[in-house]
């Protein structure tokens, strides 16, 4: 017997008016009568949720980390008033949202396929919070994350400098329930030993020279948020010392005396440095080492996640073009294997700031190609010179590494003839279609490419069969 799909409903407490029995020819239904939404069994394959009011409930926003890249259907009564743009761009901040008038009729499957492979954040979420998680190992890593921020725990990242510790940080804080509050990072490898602790813990007047006023510190700025302590391994023993009575006391000491401060604030830790090895050594204390590694959370370095470098390299490449204020430029698909063949001994950092050289360089080219990423095999010596185009040569065509059409640009007219109008039609698609692979797919870049208007372009698609009918719509932008 074939197994059917499972459509969870929650109603926020309207009446089902039956409906799920009317669904249960399609649908494995399960209903949630409550007020407030609990979150969907793992295993769902839809997500209805009755819509009410033009602003999502917040415990939905606060789940919406949780549900990875699972459909949901907006539901309406069929006596409600259509939404509006504006309320359904509030529910569509929630994730894969489409809505519809709940009847007899049952939901329809596929509104988005559910991948297998999903992250433990939907794409979107992750890419907001800098992040791309398509591989098991990061998949590990925000299946961590997500579980930490529903806590106050104390968090240990662990990792290659690069690796972007600071930015699971960040996520963590922004998925919390105290995202709205401070989130203070401090590099305490940068902070000469003498002044850690005045730094961190704050000061009184007069505790010593210079001292003109009574300064909080980073922890009392951190005050019902998070505080993130970025290479704790090099803090002197006498600031671990005070650290420790911090994370176990939650209160600070100010330098100078006084009353000790209460301070309500979730400590993050990082280091690129093997901090029980410093235990053994002696130089980090072991009660506080057992303090801070709460949730231990290992940052793969990026030749362990190799698959998700075109996905970061596109990220990098979209945020720094819009940095520096240029227009939106392209990889080249024959840039993918090369980035992803490299050991980044920098990790995530060494590949962003590669992308911004590269876009500054380029000059107006719309398209980068590997001759723009030379710097790269010659600092790492880890791609054949064969694979590289010379350094100072000219720059390579846009379809240097695309595959040719059968049929030759520059071919003779056969003694039989031909039809002209069918190798034009080749040579469009041809041509077209590289545009949309070097664009990935973005059909406005792609018609610039090509020196055409974006609706000429669309129709040229419709008249070669290049467009998929179903999926035209969903996917192009209005």
Not at 233 to 249: I, K, S
Request: hydrophobic share 45%; charged share 25%; aromatic share 6%.
């Amino acid at each position: 017997m074939t197994q059917l799909p499972r459509l969870h409903w929650s109603t926020l407490g309207d009446d089902t008016g039956g409906l799920e029995h009317r669904w249960a020819a399609l649908w494995d239904v399960t209903v949630d009568r409550g007020t407030s939404p609990a979150l969907a069994p793992k295993d769902v394959d839809l997500w209805v949720i009755s819509a009410k009011g033009a602003w999502p409930p917040p415990e939905l926003n606060r789940m919406m980390a949780e549900v990875a890249a699972l459909p949901i259907l907006l539901g309406l009564q069929p006596d409600a008033t259509p939404m509006d743009a504006k309320t359904l761009s509030e529910w569509g901040s929630l994730g894969s949202v489409r809505w519809g008038v709940l009847g007899p009729e049952p939901p329809m499957p596929g509104l988005r396929p559910r991948s297998g492979t999903t992250t433990q954040l939907s794409a979107s979420q992750a890419l907001a919070f800098g992040l791309v998680g398509t591989s098991a190992a990061m998949q590990e890593v925000l299946a961590r994350a997500r579980s930490a921020a529903a806590t106050r725990a104390t968090v240990l990242l662990l990792g290659e400098s690069g690796t972007g510790k600071e930015v699971i940080a960040r996520a963590i804080h922004r998925m919390s329930a105290d995202s709205v509050q401070p989130f203070v990072a401090v590099h305490c490898g940068a902070i000469p030993d003498n002044l850690v602790e005045s730094e961190l813990f704050g000061y009184n007047k007069g505790a010593f020279t210079d001292a003109r006023k009574d300064t909080p510190g980073k922890f009392r700025e951190a005050h019902g948020g998070t505080i993130f302590l970025d290479e704790v391994g090099t803090m002197p023993l006498a600031a671990q010392v005070r650290l420790l009575r911090v994370v176990q006391e939650r209160e600070v000491q100010p330098l100078g005396g006084g009353a000790p401060v209460k301070v309500d604030v979730r400590v993050i830790t990082a280091s690129n440095v093997d901090l029980w090895k410093k235990v053994q050594n002696g130089t980090f204390r072991e009660d506080l080492f057992y303090r801070l590694e709460v949730v231990p959370i290992t940052m793969p370095p990026l030749r362990a996640r190799r698959e998700e470098v075109p996905f970061l390299a596109q990220h990098f490449l979209n945020r720094k073009a819009r940095e520096h204020g240029l227009y939106p430029k392209a990889l080249h698909p024959s840039v993918d294997p090369l980035l992803m063949s490299l050991p980044w001994p920098g990790n995530v950092r060494q590949l962003e700031n590669a992308i911004e050289r590269a876009i500054v360089l380029s000059g107006t080219r719309p398209v980068l190609t590997r001759e723009d990423f030379a710097f790269l095999a010659e600092r790492m010596g880890e791609v054949p010179a064969e694979a590289m185009p010379l350094v100072g040569s000219a720059p390579l065509p846009a379809d240097a590494f695309v595959s040719q059409p059968a049929a030759a640009f520059g071919m003779d007219l056969p003694a039989e003839g031909l039809d002209l109008n069918q190798v034009v039609s080749d040579m469009e698609k041809t041509l077209m279609l590289q545009s949309l692979a070097i664009t990935r797919g973005n059909k406005k870049r792609a018609a610039d490419l090509l020196g055409l208007k974006r609706t000429t372009f669309l129709e040229k698609m419709k008249r070669l069969d290049l467009e998929d009918p179903e999926t035209a719509e969903a996917t192009e932008p209005g």
